[in-house]
Every structure is written in structure tokens, then in C-alpha cells.
């Protein structure tokens, strides 16, 4: 069965640090990967999403960057952590050509 | 463009009351519905779908059905109980779309009282 692996749990960095946040997926091959954020308030929020390795497409301008280096591997990284940054990030796969997607548990991030 | 709205929380309700959680949606051609829950520190799950006009998805009491005409999705469940409480997010799939394709709204936040 197909299982979604992200961490850390939380995190509490301070402002201008960098940030890798990781997520791999196993037991699919090539599957469409995503990067969200919840926000306090705001609903869940698309930053990135990825069809296939190396290819990354940006919801919206912002402090962050993602990269895919392996076909079950999605990264999210930051040069220099902003306060605006905090929130709880979510990391969720899909089957090419299908319709839903599968979330990991999230990593809770504190920028102070 | 697509877009999911629902909604706003929070939404306080009696142990075996009766929930209806509205959702509608903006999106072009035929799109795939989900409800999704997040329960309190976890990520998100699927909790129901329907793929086409008129399906209901159905799933631990919960029901949803696809309405194409009001373009809404809403969520019912006849008598919630206390382990209900939680985020439940409105989706939509829609092949073609520039946001990656899967939109959410902006969840709502069900807290039950015994």
C-alpha cells in the first residue's frame, strides 16, 4: 500500500534561517507531489506542485522553493525564514490522471 | 478560474444534532468533489467524493451529493457525535485547471459538545 512520510513533526526556527521540510511517498511510482500551507484563518493554501522530477510549478510569488531530486521525494526549502512563514505545512501526492490526493500528517512550523 | 467556497466556522453543535455544511463551487467542465477532514494536529483525510452529477458519496455517516445545477456539494450527517469535531475542508478536481488541478475551501471547524 501506498504510505506518505513527512517531517519533522514541528519546528521552531528563528527568522532569517533556512528551512528544508521533506516528503516521500512510497509504494507508487510517479506521482503528482504537493506543498500546502495552512494558515491561522486562511484555508489551505497550494505553493507548489510537481508532475514528475525537476518539474516544479509556484502557486505563488514567495520566501519559499521546492525541488524534486527523486520521483517519491519533494522537498520545500527556504533561504531566510520570515515571521510569515509560520504555519502548518502539508505535503500530499496524487495518481497521474486521478482526482484526489493523500496528505501526509503536516509539520508545524514556528518561525520566531 | 475554479474556485471552492464554504461556509464560515465555527460551527458548535449538540451531540446527535444534525449537521449541514455548505459548499459551493466555481469551475469550468466537470469537475471531481471531495469533502476532506482534518482532525486536531493530523493532516488531512478523505473523508467522501463523487466523481459526476447527481452521485452521493457517503462515508461514517456522512453524505455529500453532487449538485450541478446549484453547483453545490454540501455535507450532512443525520446525528454527530463528539469524535466528529474537526476542520472538514470542501474540495474540487478539475482536470486543466492552473492551481494544480485540486482546490480547497477554507475549512470549517465542526466542535460537538457531549
Known sequence: ???????????????????????TVEGTSNPNLYWYRQAAGRG?????????????????????????????????SSKKLLLSDSGFYLCAWGVQGGTEAFFGQGTRLTVV | GNSVTQMEGPVTLSEEAFLTINCTYTATGYPSLFWYVQYPGEGLQLLLKATKADDKGSNKGFEATYRKETTSFHLEKGSVQ?????????????????????????????????
Open chain 2, 82 to 114: 463528539v469524535s466528529d469535531s474537526a476542520v472538514y475542508f470542501c474540495a474540487l478536481f478539475n482536470y486543466g485547471g492552473s492551481q494544480g488541478n485540486l482546490i480547497f475551501g477554507k475549512g470549517t471547524k465542526l466542535s460537538v459538545k457531549p
Open chain 1, 44 to 76: 489551505l493554501q497550494l505553493l507548489f506542485y510537481s508532475v514528475g522530477i525537476g518539474q516544479i510549478s509556484s502557486e505563488v510569488p514567495q520566501n519559499l522553493s521546492a525541488s524534486r531530486p527523486q520521483d517519491r521525494q519533494f522537498i520545500l
Open chain 1, 1 to 23: 500500500s501506498q504510505t506518505i512520510h513527512q517531517w519533522p513533526a514541528t519546528l521552531v526556527q528563528p527568522v532569517g534561517s533556512p528551512l528544508s521540510l521533506e516528503c
